[in-house]
């Protein structure tokens, strides 16, 4: 991995520089009088928790909002952006987490889509244009290759040569190795630190503060709409930047030693199952899960982890093989029985498994409704205790009739935690339990899955997130097109080795 200067340049230009841009939405004060200066030739993080603004100023730089105060400068010329034409006539190129590219086209054909003179594509001077770009900043691209024939880091590049096809200064990359094995991260940080060579500027938006450390110059952290601070890389480390973003010292404990795992509580044999569009999705799936350990299961999004953990949950019927836990037969086998075979299941839509417009408490008895009887109607009385319990045990900041619809989406998380925890299951599937949560959240819910481990629980965590991998799994299970392409002892596993299992081009 790259490594910043510890300082710009003296004398560099600023690249852009917003100051007190104000966004409002109705009550909610999104940015109130944020400043953001890029020097040119930087690479500049933008750092924060959910909700903290991050998402409103680069959408106002963009042009997909506009602000409500506040003004915007490149290079040192004041400009008007009241849309993304004026943003790329400015000189800002944006890359986003969800690609806009049309898949059976050609890399030429999207570089230059809404760019040309008219409906017709001149095809040889889309190539040459692509070339151009390719050769020029480094990023290599085939102009002819077939978008939906590459991989999701080739098709990010193809992104980013939009962007500079178009002539950006600054280009804005929104959460750029969220769905990359590390291998593509690689890559893409070497193409960020070519651009930066020749002068590009960078904004970074990211939460992971281990990337934030190796690639970029500067750091501005948002909190609460607000600037919490602005620092150099190089004078800063991990722990500050969390303690910037949540406001107070955030712990990040070492890597939490496992006991001597038990027997096994879940055994998997030949599972299969079928996918979304009835093709296979697991293929002969096998491993064991024992008390007292995590099990996390890695790969890349769309190789079955998804409905290897449906399965588990009793969402999908199994094709093939078998999954037990204790003298339960969780293969075909409804949710309920699942539940009643003491498996905890937390799903990675954390908002399909809860009723938004029911209360906290609704929600945290909602799978044990028949526990919380009298005859045929509810105990109203045991229940809001129940919740008023859960709430304080699982610090969970909202009261017990406020509506799940208005929680933020760590104290979803929570009140599903608080759900599934408070029954003490032998066995816990979890999908994703981290996913678009903030610091503070994301350290409490890691927390809770290792204090079940050390309770004697088997946690089978199934995570696209591989920092989380490294620093929760005892064991870890690599699935490429469905089937088990290895097992890694999580102590001594190797980021390099996982990326390039998870890619399929290594066995374990």
Do not use: W
């Not at 870890?476 to 392409?485: F, K, T």
């Amino acid at each position: 991995m790259t490594r910043p200067r510890a300082d710009p340049p003296a004398g560099t230009a600023h690249a852009i520089e917003a100051r007190g841009i104000v966004k409002r939405y109705g009550d909610l004060l999104a940015n109130d009088h944020v400043d953001l200066t890029v020097a040119r030739g930087d690479i500049h993080a933008l750092l924060g928790e959910n909700g903290a603004g991050k998402t409103t100023l680069m959408r106002v730089l963009y042009g997909l909002a506009v602000a409500d105060a506040g003004t915007v400068a490149v290079d040192g010329r004041r400009v008007e952006i009241r849309s993304p034409r004026d943003a790329i006539a400015a000189g800002i190129g944006m890359v986003t987490q969800h690609f806009s590219l049309v898949g059976p086209m050609s890399v030429a054909e999207n570089v230059v889509l809404g760019h040309t003179d008219g409906f017709r594509v001149d095809h040889a001077a889309a190539r040459r244009r692509v070339t151009e770009v390719s050769e020029r900043f480094g990023v290599p691209a085939d102009p002819a290759a077939i978008v939906a024939d590459l991989s999701v880091g080739q098709r990010q590049r193809v992104e980013i040569l939009k962007a500079l096809s178009r002539d950006c200064r600054v280009l804005v990359l929104d959460e750029p190795t969220a769905v990359l094995v590390p291998q593509e991260v690689d890559a893409l940080f070497a193409t960020l630190d070519r651009l930066r060579s020749g002068g590009m500027s960078v904004v970074f938006i990211s939460h992971k503060l281990r990337e934030v450390m190796a690639l970029t110059d500067r750091v501005t952290v948002l909190r609460g709409g607000r600037v919490a601070g602005t620092v150099a890389t190089a004078a800063t480390d991990e722990d500050a930047l969390a303690e910037m973003m949540v406001g107070r010292a955030a712990l990040r404990p070492a890597r939490p030693a496992g006991g001597r795992a038990g027997a096994p509580v879940l055994i998997v044999r030949g599972l299969s199952a079928a996918g979304r569009h009835g093709l296979p999705a697991l293929r002969e799936v096998s491993f064991e899960l024992r008390a007292g350990e995590i099990v996390a299961v890695a790969g890349v999004s769309g190789n079955g982890q998804t409905e290897l953990g449906e399965v588990l949950s009793g969402m999908r019927r199994a094709t093939a093989g078998s999954a037990r836990a204790g003298d339960t037969e969780l293969a075909d086998t409804p949710p309920d029985v699942v539940m009643r075979a003491g498996v905890g299941r937390i799903p990675e839509d954390r908002d399909a498994s809860v009723v938004g417009e029911f209360s906290v408490a609704y929600n945290l008895v909602l799978e044990q409704l028949n526990d919380f009887r009298r005859g045929t109607v509810l105990d109203e009385r045991r229940i809001r205790a129940r919740a008023q319990e859960l709430i304080e045990r699982f610090s969970i900041k909202a009261g017990p009739d406020d509506r799940v619809a208005t929680l933020s989406g760590g104290n979803v998380q929570k009140v599903l935690l608080a759900r599934v925890l408070a029954r003490d299951p032998q066995v816990l599937v979890v999908a994703q339990p981290t996913r678009g949560l903030d610091v503070g959240a994301t350290q409490y819910v890691r927390s809770q899955l290792v204090a079940q481990r050390d309770r004697g629980a088997g946690v089978l965590l199934i995570s696209e997130d591989l920092d989380e991998i490294l620093a929760l799994a005892d064991r870890i299970l690599v699935l490429y097109e469905g089937r088990v392409a290895g097992e890694v002892d999580g102590a001594a596993a190797d980021r390099q080795r996982l990326g390039l299992m998870m890619a399929g081009r290594a066995a374990a």
